[in-house]
């Protein structure tokens, strides 16, 4: 893992972006906006106790686990948010209602409330821009030298919400291209698993910020993966789904290049965009 320095943020904090694995040529750049649980010193503790930190609404429980594995077995670059979602929502775009969340899932974040707009302009300059701006780096570095690339972000959701028990162990979001979420979910599929069709979420130009921004706008392909908490939280389920991923994303991959090409048209498009 290498902590990489971020301009902006304050020297003792640590920086907000964590790149894990190496670059072993593959299509993959993995992303994780809400693997992270720290809150900069200058915050406390948010006013919030440790144990309800602990809970999903702090972080996307047991993610850190499989991105870091996947990155390993992929030999991909894996970028990592480092603070909570409760800080702010690095999958949302900067001013939407649920950037800074008042509250979540039933938890009143108390240094959330009546923040100024330089408040919330230095959580963005010290959080939010910074790790969007790493992806942005690391995506454009990948099309200059031409090479194939696939955004693949990760998160994990809670297995029961407002009383209700969600069936899916995984699920794909997607919106406006889906083509390697369908290829990927008849995999999973193949496996026996139950899978969620942009479920328990629907990936939407407003509810998210990452895939919209770094997959659809730059036309490269992309899918959005969301795996169910009880089942990653632990090592063993960490690492089978790691596995998992390890194997039936190259497939994925593969069988996306055999039916639209390795590098879209749109792809070399922006590549000649940003040359
Ligand atoms: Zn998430």
Same mark, same amino acid.
Do not use: M, W
């Given at each position: 893992m290498t902590g990489e320095a971020v301009t902006?943020?304050?020297?003792?904090?640590?920086?907000c972006v964590a790149v894990y694995g190496t670059?072993?040529?593959?299509p993959f750049v993995l992303v994780s906006d809400h693997a992270g649980r720290a809150v900069p010193?200058?915050?406390?503790?948010?006013?919030?106790s440790a144990a309800e930190r602990a809970r999903h609404i702090g972080w996307d429980i047991g993610i850190d686990g499989v991105g870091r594995a996947l990155a390993q077995k992929l030999q991909a670059v894996l970028i990592e948010q480092v603070y909570s979602r409760l800080v702010i $929502?690095?999958?949302?775009?900067?001013?939407?209602?649920?950037?800074?969340?008042?509250?979540?899932d039933g938890t009143s974040?108390?240094?959330?409330?009546?923040?100024?707009m330089e408040q919330r302009a230095y959580r963005e300059n010290t959080i939010l821009h910074p790790y969007h701006a790493r992806i942005t780096q690391e995506l454009d570095a990948r099309l200059k030298a031409g090479r194939p690339t696939v955004v693949v972000a990760l998160h994990s959701f809670t297995p029961e919400f407002g009383g209700v028990k969600r069936p899916w162990q995984v699920g794909l979001l997607h919106n406006h291209d889906k083509r390697l979420a369908i290829l990927l979910m008849d995999l999973l599929r193949k496996e026996g698993l139950t899978v969620g $069709?942009?479920?328990p979420y629907a990936l939407t130009d407003t509810s998210d910020y990452t895939i919209p921004t770094h997959g659809e706008k730059r036309c490269l392909p992309h899918v959005e993966i969301e795996i169910r908490q009880d089942l990653i939280a632990h090592v063993a389920g960490q690492e089978e789904w790691a596995t998992r991923l390890a194997r039936l994303l190259p497939e994925a991959w593969a069988c996306f290049c055999q039916i639209?090409?390795?590098?879209t048209d749109e792809q070399a498009d922006a590549e000649g965009a940003i040359a």
């Open positions: 902006g943020t304050n020297a003792k904090e640590p920086p670059d072993g040529g593959g010193s200058y915050l406390g503790d948010l006013g919030v $929502d690095c999958n949302r775009a900067p001013g939407h209602p649920t950037s800074i969340v008042k509250i979540s974040v108390p240094a959330n409330q009546d923040l100024t $069709d942009n479920e639209y090409g390795t590098i």
